[in-house]
């Protein structure tokens, strides 16, 4: 069952790449008392999500944190060496936007976000969407109806429904 406005985020590990090499995060310890933005994309360095998604979250960093958004996240079913790497070069480490990698698609499949396009190489990887959560509970929630485009998910139209 896919995740609906209102619901409570799973808990889930996912990774990130800390000064020792990788680190395990827990889903519930980045959201639990804070107001977290969460967009998801099907893969790290594919079209849509380098020169869109992750772009439109780094244009709009700052109004997230005026709106007291504690943390903006990028969650990709990716390994964290590439989220590292990917961070890098869209800005988005350097705009402050965490990069979380679902390398075993864990959060996403808990979320019901799940897809494969094995003709594109796409296998175990996340719808794009992005989501407001407060304390762990889903107050806004934006998904895409295709993986493909980059329209309700991105920053400016999360920010618009703030």
């Not at 977290?36 to 944190?65: E, N």
């Not at 959560?133 to 429904?161: F, H, I, M, R, T």
Request: some cysteine.
């Amino acid at each position: 069952m896919t995740i609906s406005q209102g619901d409570t985020l799973p808990d889930a590990t996912l990774v990130q790449m800390g000064a020792e090499g990788p680190e395990q995060v827990q889903l519930t310890d980045k959201v639990k008392g804070r107001k977290v933005v969460i967009f998801a994309v099907p893969g790290a360095f594919t079209p849509t999500c380098h020169s869109a998604h992750v772009p439109s979250f780094v244009r709009t960093k700052d109004q997230f944190d005026a709106k007291g958004v504690d943390e903006v996240i990028c969650v990709s079913c990716n390994d964290p060496f590439v989220m590292k790497a990917w961070g890098e070069a869209t800005g988005a480490t350097e705009a402050g936007i965490t990069m979380l990698a679902d390398a075993s698609s864990e959060f996403t499949r808990a979320i019901g976000m799940d897809f494969d396009a094995a003709p594109a190489g796409l296998v175990g990887r996340s719808k794009r969407y992005a989501m407001l959560v407060e304390d762990g509970k889903v107050v806004l929630w934006q998904p895409e109806d295709n993986p493909g485009v980059c329209e309700v998910s991105g920053g400016e139209a999360l920010l618009e429904n703030m």
